[in-house]
């Protein structure tokens, strides 16, 4: 079956970086685009950006915008979320995804994912 195991984020301050990685077996990891998706308390799981399968297309939820960056490493089955300029507000559990589908160029939507990572807390102080 599909395990994304996930790894990296903890405690950034105020304008600080933080990164996260989604390491991913059990499928064919260049067939799916993959998503970053954050979930802070009381609120529902938000999108945050997610990137094609050949990593040539990305899309950003405007609140992260400029400040984060998504990439992956097809070779090693690896997604990954570099967080810049952090904000209190980016305060959340950061889940990564994987697509339902392959070769879908841009899903966006919490059930458009089939697979997803344990969750790790990223938390910005002020």
């Known amino acids: 079956q599909v395990q994304l195991v996930q790894s990296g984020g903890g405690l950034g301050q105020t304008g600080g970086s933080l990164r996260l990685s989604c390491a991913a077996s059990g499928l064919t990891f260049s067939r799916y685009s993959m998503g970053w998706f954050r979930q802070a308390p009381g609120k529902e799981r938000e999108f945050v950006v997610v990137?094609?399968?050949?990593?040539?297309?990305?899309y950003y939820a405007d609140s992260v915008k400029g400040r984060f960056t998504i990439s992956r490493d097809n070779a090693k089955n690896t997604v990954y979320l570099q967080m810049n300029n952090l904000k209190p507000e980016d305060t959340a559990v950061y889940y990564c995804?994987?697509?339902?589908?392959?070769?879908?160029?841009?899903?966006?939507?919490?059930?458009?994912?089939?697979?997803w990572g344990q969750g790790t807390q990223v938390t910005v102080s002020s």
């Open positions: 995804a994987a697509d339902r589908l392959p070769y879908r160029l841009r899903p966006v939507h919490v059930d458009e994912f089939g697979s």
């Open positions: 990137i094609n399968w050949s990593g040539s297309t990305t």
